[in-house]
């Protein structure tokens, strides 16, 4: 048996060169690669063309088979040529020609189809040649033709895409010479590697979203073809990763996605899914282009050649056994609408998030999956500024972020606990509806809301919040608003600031002090005060808020009442070196984690204050509370009035009549300039007797005045 073999050779897949071994046998042509440890074998009676020619800057050999596929090996030194040649000539009886390159360099020549590879020439050497089966995509312009390529991750350099402008041509007749073109790529392309050049099932106008358009499908045993009236298609099986069915939200229609990698372009886009829509009335009849033994032997009886029933059903069936794959379909989730589609927005994109049972799908613009192990965190946030949505940022271990936003909030409790029974980490940021949040351990959401249940109250009128009209507390409300008295809640402030420490005592001093000066602001628009200032007379010093004789004061909360009867102390007690900004913290929490029996006796307690300092206070206002509110109202307008500056009136009209004398004038009030000059030292001796006698006199001031005028001008 005679062969030869090379240790250190390369072949061309896809564009790059793998390493291997080469061995060359008197029957067959064997390569193995070093990475792999894939055999490539090639038999001697499949052989058709052998050349020599240079290959990646080596020598090498380019074997063309009977079936029109393209294979090279490089790595030869020169001096094997002839030992090469002599062994294809005895073993396979082929003559190995020598096959020039052009390196004119010229970009126009003539473009041939052999078998499944094009081969463009200038002049009557090569330019260069493609495998047609590399082809992804094919598209056409007004005279050009636009191939692109599926990129290999394992070669430095790719080649994605190839255009070729075709003149027009006389000969060509009634044919349009781009179209001839392309069908001969799409033909080379598809229906070589396709199992006797015919599909197996083909479907009609089907409705895809990602990429947008209608096209037809066409699906061999080992790719599926998707022609639209702009772009074509060509996914190889190998390329489909995941299948998912997934029931749009409105129940009548559905998606089906198939996760692809590499992904397919357009152009520079690139879409990892397809994604494609059915209306679940549509259905389909079939007849699979295959014999019963073909379809036993290639699918193990998993199909029937008669396919009937939705599209939708019969398209995910037939892709998911040609395939190989599990149709991913919603698990046990339930939303507020009862389907498993949560409305919500990505970005600009309004879409369906589906928390399945191993992670999540976003459909549709763009299609995003995320699966369970690969999420750190998920964030539950309010919307800006609006309580009848939330959004969900999932963080995931890469340290990317995805912001799901405009979900509204019925869903909030459903999704909380269905991603808490699959063990995720839960947080929260800003303030929810207290009445549909449940959430971690991890945070304590009960002291948030005590704290904000603490402002509210402050905040709020004399009597308790949501009540109907109550014109007695509505007076006392706005004398609180003009004085420095607050009426109704002044006690309460009192009461609860001792039980306040660290943060809280910082926060409840920065919220009075942003009250006081609200309160100035108003008083100051209302008198016309200045700011501040010396002269100004203002009071730089705050008013203590002071509250009315008799006033009942109002009563705690169950939590501060626990908080000062046994919080306090039973914190202090479990950690004596706890810090004091920690006590209310811990205490907020022990306060969560307190059972409903025990928190029902505080409650209790609450509930009978509250309804002992309503009855206290009805029987205050009766008994002269109200009059004093009235009291206290009309002296805090009377210090109003006696802060205002005074009038301007006299002052400004004295500068104006001073003006008018000085520059002189036409009129009865007109005097002569010398008239000013002798009696100006007359007019400052006897200025103080004049405005006496004009008191005195009255109207007659004016005549005199007239008189004398007349008298010194003569």
């Known amino acids: 048996m005679d062969f030869l073999e090379y240790p250190s050779m390369s072949s061309e897949v896809r ?16 390569f193995t690669h070093s990475k792999s440890g894939k055999k490539d074998s090639l038999a001697a009676t499949d052989i058709d063309i052998v050349n020599w020619q240079r290959i990646a800057g080596v020598w090498g050999i380019r074997i063309f088979t009977k079936d029109g596929q393209l294979h090279r090996f490089a790595g030869f030194k020169e001096a094997e040529r002839d030992r090469v040649a002599k062994h294809f000539s005895t073993s ?19 473009a041939n189809f052999n078998g499944s ?60 010479p781009v179209e001839t073109f392309k069908d001969q790529v799409l033909a080379k392309a598809n229906i070589v590697t396709a199992a006797g050049g015919k599909d197996l099932a083909s479907f009609r106008e089907i409705s895809s979203l990602s990429p947008r358009g209608r096209y037809d499908i066409k699906m061999y045993h080992t790719f599926f073809h998707l022609h639209g009236k702009t772009f074509d298609y060509k996914i190889p099986v190998g390329t489909v990763t995941r299948l998912f069915l997934l029931p749009h939200k409105d129940q009548r229609q559905m998606f089906f996605c198939v996760n692809l990698d590499p992904p397919i372009k357009q152009g520079q886009t690139r879409y990892h899914y397809l994604v494609l829509s059915f209306m679940q009335d549509d259905h389909t009849e079939l007849e699979l282009d295959i014999s019963e033994e073909e379809l036993q032997e290639k699918y193990e009886g998993k199909l029937e050649r008669e396919l009937k029933g939705a599209t939708f059903e019969v398209l995910s069936k037939l892709t998911k056994v040609i395939v190989g794959k599990k ?18 927005s990505y970005k600009a994109a309004s879409g369906f998030v589906y928390p399945l049972e191993r992670g999540f799908i976003f459909v549709y613009k763009p299609p995003i999956y995320i699966k369970y192990e690969e999420v750190k965190n998920v964030n539950f946030a309010r919307s800006g500024g609006s309580n009848r949505s939330f959004d969900i940022e999932v963080h995931t271990r890469g340290d990317s972020v995805y912001t799901f936003s405009s979900i509204e909030k019925e869903e909030y409790h459903l999704l909380f606990e269905f991603l808490k029974s699959k063990k995720i980490n839960v947080k929260s940021t800003g303030k929810m509806d207290s009445s549909k949040i449940q959430l971690d351990d991890d945070i ?8 904000a249940d603490a402002v509210s109250d402050d905040d709020s009128s004399m009597s308790s919040d949501d009540e109907d009209f109550n014109p007695d507390a509505l007076e006392a409300k706005s004398a609180k608003e003009e004085y420095d008295s607050d009426p109704s809640d002044t006690g309460s402030d009192t009461g609860d600031e001792e039980f306040l420490s660290g943060d809280e005592n910082e926060k409840e001093r920065k919220r009075q002090e942003k009250a006081e000066k609200r309160r100035l602001k108003a008083e100051r628009k209302k008198t016309s005060k200045p700011s501040g200032g010396e002269g100004s007379g203002a009071s730089k010093k705050k008013k203590k808020l002071t509250k009315l004789p008799g006033q009942p004061k109002k009563p705690l909360s169950a939590y501060f009442m626990w908080m000062q009867e046994v919080g306090r102390e039973e914190v202090k007690a479990e950690d004596p070196n706890i810090a004091i900004t920690d006590i209310a913290k811990k205490a907020g929490k022990k306060w969560g984690e307190m059972g409903e029996e025990e928190k029902n006796v505080w409650t209790a307690k609450a509930k009978e204050a509250k309804e002992r300092y309503d009855k206290e206070y009805a029987e205050w206002l009766q008994n002269g509370g109200e009059q004093a509110i009235k009291e206290a109202k009309k002296s805090a307008k009377k210090a109003a009035k006696e802060g205002k500056s005074p009038k301007k009136s006299s002052s400004s009209g004295g500068a104006t009549k001073a003006k008018s004398a000085a520059t002189g004038g036409t009129g009865s009030n007109f005097k002569s300039k010398e008239f000013i000059d002798d009696d100006s030292s007359d007019d400052s001796g006897k200025e103080s007797n004049k405005k006496s006698s004009d008191k005195d006199e009255g109207g007659a001031s004016d005549a005199d005045m007239k008189s004398e005028s007349g008298d010194n001008s003569d």
């Open 117 to 176: 590879v094009l081969n463009f020439e200038v002049g009557k050497h090569d330019a260069f040649e493609i495998p047609l089966t590399y082809v992804s995509h094919c598209a056409t312009a007004k005279n050009e033709v636009t191939m692109e390529f599926s990129s290999n991750e394992n070669a430095p350099v790719n080649l994605a895409e190839l255009r070729f402008h075709i003149p027009p041509s006389e000969m060509a007749g009634e044919e349009d």
């Open 444 to 451: 304590d959401h009960n002291l948030a809301k005590v704290k």
């Open 327 to 344: 149709i991913i379909v919603p698990g046990s989730f339930k939303g507020h609408s009862m389907t498993p589609a949560i409305s919500c």
């Open 92 to 110: 396979f009886n082929l003559e190995m020609l020598d096959r020039e390159l052009s390196v004119k360099g010229w970009n126009w020549g003539a």
């Open 15 to 30: 564009g790059a060169m793998s390493q291997g071994h080469l061995k060359l046998t008197d029957e067959k042509i064997l």
